[in-house]
């Protein structure tokens, strides 16, 4: 058996790209199917949930290491941005913004946080909206707790702080 060389180690905050912030908690073969398959075992505290994914497909999956202070700082540039919310349908925004959460780039999700902010004195949202704007702050307030290494509520408010500036 060939040992393949693992950019991840147990103990490591990850991002998977649909399911947010998640932690190694080991590295193990599991046999299935008659193969012998060297899987990360990563477990989100948040959704109670375990994920196996391959050691050879971790980089296809789109696993990654939590982002830099750097890369999560320009990220949140983007939440004092001025909405660019298209004027198309919103079936097809709301497809984009879904295509954008799932693509677990902090960037992304804040120009969808950004775009789906509502003011006190803005017009209410539609239950779809609040939905998808929901998802997408708690998976960047998620990533960025992890990266400055507080409790999610302290990132959430420092966040919504940074939409009202």
């Avoid at 912030?21 to 075992?41: C, D, M, P, R, S």
């Avoid at 949930?49 to 971790?58: E, F």
């Avoid at 677990?104 to 998808?132: F, H, K, M, W």
């Avoid at 707790?145 to 919504?160: G, P, Q, Y």
């Amino acid at each position: 058996m060939t040992v393949e060389k693992s950019p991840f180690t147990t103990g490591d905050l990850v991002v998977y790209p649909t399911h947010g912030v998640g932690k190694i908690v080991g590295i193990e073969a599991q046999e299935i199917a008659g193969h012998t398959l060297n899987v990360f075992v990563v477990h989100f505290d948040k959704d109670r949930m375990t994920l196996r994914v391959p050691l050879a497909k971790a980089k296809v999956s789109g696993l990654r290491k939590l982002s830099s202070r750097k890369e999560m700082d320009a990220a949140l540039l983007k939440l004092r941005g001025r909405s660019r919310a298209k004027r198309t349908m919103w079936s097809r925004r709301a497809q984009e913004y879904q295509a954008k959460i799932a693509s677990g780039d902090p960037g992304s999700i804040a120009e969808v946080v950004r775009d789906l902010y509502r003011n006190t004195g803005q017009p209410e949202q539609s239950y779809s909206e609040r939905q998808i704007y929901q998802a997408a702050l708690d998976r960047l307030v998620r990533e960025f707790a992890a990266v400055e290494r507080i409790d999610e509520m302290t990132a959430t408010r420092r966040v919504e702080q940074m939409l009202t500036a």
